[in-house]
C-alpha cells in the first residue's frame, strides 16, 4: 500500500492550508524531516516536513489550491514498492479529501463535538492514546494529559510538539465556533458594490473575538500617563545611542519599547494580571509571555516575546521589530505566536488618543495605548503649562482580576512610565 502526505495541523487554529511551493519533485527521495511543501496558514506560511520515508511518487494537489486537515496531498512509494494501478491513488485521494471536507464541516456544525473528535483520532484500535515515546515522556515532565490534545502526526499521533504547545495540568482542546453571522440580514449588493470573501486569517479573528466578547466577561479601566519623562528619556538614550553614528542605521528607541518593557515589569510586580481562566482554577504564568498586536494585510497577529522579564528594555525592542517584520512577511513559525500571557495593542501610531481592547483569549488582561499628545494641564501653583499625556486602558477578563488588582496593575504602570530610568535597572 502507498504512503500518503496528508496536509497537517501546523498551528491551532487552522482549518486548511494553502499548497504555495512543492519543495520536492515527483521521482525524488524523500526522508522523515525533509521539507516536502510549503503551506500558507492564517497566520503564516510554513514549511511542511514529511513524516514518512519513500519516492515521492504523485502530487494530488496544485499549487495555490486550498486542503483541508488531513486531506492526502501526495503519494509516497516506500523501498522497493511498485507504483499501484492507474487510477487507484486518484480514487483513494478523492474519498479522503471528501471525507475530511465533512468531517471539518461537521466541526463546525457541531462545537460540542469538536475536541472529542480531536480526542479520538489520537486513538488506537485497543483505546491507548497513539503518541511518539518522546512525547510521552514530555507529557510526564510537564503534567499533560495526552488524551486532551489533538495529534498532528500520521494518523492523529501526538508528537513532541503538541506537547510542548500544551498548558500543564489544562485541556488543550479547543472548542471550534460556527462561522461569524450577521445579527441583520445584509442588503443585495447593487452596482460597484463588492463582496469580499473572508481570508483565512479574518475568519479566525472573527471567530476568536466574537467568543471573547461573548464568552469573557469583560471590564475596563483607564489611566492618564504623564509622558514628558518618558520623551526627554527617549530622546536623550537615542542621542546618546546613536552619537558618532549615522542616524538612519543606529538604533532607534520607540516610545511602544518604553511601554512594552513597562508593561512587562509591571505583571512581574502584580503577577495576577498575568493568568488564564482554567475552569475551575486560574492558571498563574511563571513567566510573562508579551503578545504584541500587528497590523497585517490580512487582519492582525499577536507575535510573543517569551520569558519578556528577563530582557532588557533593548533586548526586548530587538525582539519585537524583529517579529514584527517576520509577521508582516508571514514567516512566522507558530510557537512565536502562540502562548502570550498578556497582550499590548498600541494605536497611538495613527492618532488614536484612546480605545478599548478585546481580550485575546485565553489570556486575562489586554492593555491598549493611544498617542501621545499635548494638551494643557495644571502645574506647580496651579499654573496652566503644555502637558504631554498618554491614555492607558486595560481589558480585564473578571473571572481572573479583580478590579482592585486591575487598577493596581495599571498605577504600577503609571509609576514606572512616569519614572523611565526604573526601566533601566
Known amino acids: 500500500m502507498p504512503l500518503y502526505i496528508e496536509m497537517p495541523k501546523l498551528a491551532d487554529t487552522m482549518t486548511e492550508g494553502t499548497l504555495v511551493k512543492w519543495r520536492k519533485n515527483v521521482g525524488d527521495k524523500v526522508a522523515t524531516g525533509d521539507v516536502v511543501a510549503e503551506v500558507e496558514t492564517d497566520k503564516a506560511t510554513m514549511e511542511m516536513e514529511s513524516f514518512e520515508d519513500g519516492t515521492l511518487h504523485e502530487l494530488l494537489v496544485q499549487v495555490g489550491q486550498k486542503v483541508p ?114 445579527l441583520v440580514p445584509v442588503p443585495p449588493a447593487g452596482p460597484g458594490d463588492q463582496l469580499l470573501p473572508l481570508s483565512g486569517m479574518r475568519r479566525v479573528i472573527a471567530d476568536r473575538l466574537l467568543a471573547s466578547k461573548t464568552q469573557i466577561p469583560h471590564f475596563y479601566l483607564h489611566i492618564e500617563v504623564d509622558a514628558a519623562p518618558l520623551m526627554k528619556m527617549r530622546a536623550d538614550l537615542n542621542a546618546d545611542l546613536n552619537a558618532g553614528s549615522d542616524p538612519a542605521t543606529g538604533t532607534k528607541l520607540t516610545v511602544n519599547d518604553f511601554i512594552l518593557k513597562a508593561v512587562v515589569n509591571a505583571a512581574v510586580k502584580v503577577p495576577a494580571v498575568n493568568s488564564a481562566f482554567a475552569g475551575d482554577a486560574i492558571l498563574q504564568f511563571a513567566s510573562v509571555n508579551l503578545s504584541v498586536a500587528v497590523a497585517v494585510d490580512d487582519g492582525l497577529v499577536t507575535p510573543v516575546v517569551r520569558d519578556a522579564q528577563k530582557k532588557s528594555l533593548r533586548e526586548v525592542s530587538e525582539a519585537v521589530k524583529d517579529l514584527a517584520t517576520r509577521a508582516r512577511s508571514k514567516k512566522l513559525k507558530p510557537d512565536e505566536y502562540q502562548g502570550g500571557t498578556i497582550t499590548v495593542s498600541n494605536l497611538g501610531a495613527f492618532g488614536v488618543e484612546f480605545f478599548d481592547a478585546i481580550i485575546n483569549p485565553p489570556q486575562a488582561v489586554i492593555v491598549s495605548v493611544g498617542a501621545v ?38 498605577a504600577e504602570l503609571k509609576r514606572l512610565l512616569e519614572s523611565p530610568a526604573l526601566l533601566l535597572v
Do not use: C, N, W
Open 373 to 410: 499628545v499635548k494638551k494643557p494641564v495644571v502645574g506647580p501653583g496651579d499654573t496652566i503649562v503644555v502637558g504631554q499625556r498618554m491614555a492607558l486602558g486595560v481589558s480585564a477578563d473578571h473571572r481572573v482580576v479583580d478590579g482592585s488588582v486591575a487598577a493596581q496593575y495599571l
Open 69 to 182: 486537515i488531513g486531506s492526502r496531498i501526495a503519494v509516497l512509494l516506500a523501498k522497493g514498492e511498485a507504483a499501484p494501478a492507474a487510477g487507484t491513488v486518484h480514487t483513494a485521494a478523492a474519498k479522503a479529501t471528501v471525507a475530511s471536507g465533512s468531517a471539518a464541516a461537521a466541526a463546525t456544525q457541531q462545537p460540542a463535538a469538536a475536541p472529542a473528535a480531536a480526542r479520538g483520532a489520537a486513538l488506537s484500535a485497543g483505546g491507548r492514546v497513539k503518541s511518539s515515546p518522546l512525547a510521552r515522556k514530555l507529557a510526564v515532565e510537564k503534567g499533560v494529559d495526552l488524551a486532551t490534545l489533538p495529534g498532528t502526526g500520521p494518523g492523529g499521533r501526538i508528537v513532541a510538539k503538541d506537547v510542548q504547545h500544551a498548558t500543564p495540568g489544562a485541556a488543550t482542546a479547543k472548542a471550534t465556533f460556527a462561522p461569524s453571522a450577521p
